[in-house]
């Protein structure tokens, strides 16, 4: 909640996303993959271990103001990291969500944005909606260690 209701930057340079366009691929940014139109990034405020985001490299607030190139790309990373995911937690399934604006529950709604949480079996469920606790498996440079060799396929890095 403190990260929900913090004031938010305008976005472009002042966009945390956009911040991630030119951060080296390493455990300290969480940065996992790049592609010329998209990018993975470990979520900061994760639902479960393993939650990551895709993310266009353009600013914009809505799939329907991406090009065709650019959602092809996007789509195109985030199966490439449902795999990677599947490979690297064995979960039993996964959560697939874009929030489109405040009121449909998006932190960072200037900047739109694919989330990917593996979820298991007895996995905390419904905490962070019920008790407003997340349950947090591991550290996220730990999380970090152990993805990041299932998608260094996915990182092409075209001029950062």
Same mark, same amino acid.
């Given at each position: ?13 002042? #966009?945390?996303? #956009?911040? =991630?366009?030119? +951060?080296?691929?390493? *455990? ?7 592609? $010329? %139109? &998209? =990018?993975? +990034?470990?979520?900061? =405020?994760?639902?479960? @271990?393993?939650?990551?985001?895709? !993310?266009? *490299? *353009?600013?914009? @607030?809505?799939?329907?103001?991406? @090009? ?9 990373? +985030?199966?490439? &990291?449902?795999? @990677?995911?599947? /490979?690297?937690?064995? /979960?039993?399934? $996964? ?7 405040? /009121?449909?529950? &998006?932190?960072?709604?200037? %900047?739109? %944005?694919? %989330?990917? !949480? ?16 997340? !349950? ?5 440079? &730990?999380?970090?260690?152990?993805? /990041?060799?299932?998608? $260094? ?8």
């Amino acid at each position: 909640m403190e990260f929900i209701r913090r004031p938010k930057q305008d976005g472009g340079a002042g #966009c945390v996303l #956009c911040g =991630y366009l030119t +951060v080296a691929r390493e *455990r300290t940014t969480r940065l996992l993959a790049r592609r $010329e %139109h &998209a =990018y993975v +990034v470990l979520n900061k =405020y994760p639902y479960t @271990s393993g939650h990551v985001m895709v !993310v266009p *490299r *353009r600013h914009v @607030s809505d799939l329907a103001e991406l @090009s065709d190139r650019e959602y092809d790309d996007l789509f195109r990373l +985030v199966r490439g &990291a449902l795999v @990677s995911l599947r /490979a690297a937690t064995g /979960a039993g399934g $996964e959560n697939l969500g874009v929030n489109l604006g405040t /009121a449909a529950g &998006a932190g960072i709604a200037d %900047h739109v %944005h694919v %989330h990917i !949480v593996p979820r298991f079996a007895g996995d905390n469920n419904f905490m962070p909606v019920i008790g407003d606790v997340r !349950v947090m498996h591991e550290y996220l440079e &730990a999380t970090w260690d152990h993805l /990041a060799p299932h998608f $260094e396929r996915l990182h092409e890095d075209p001029g950062a």
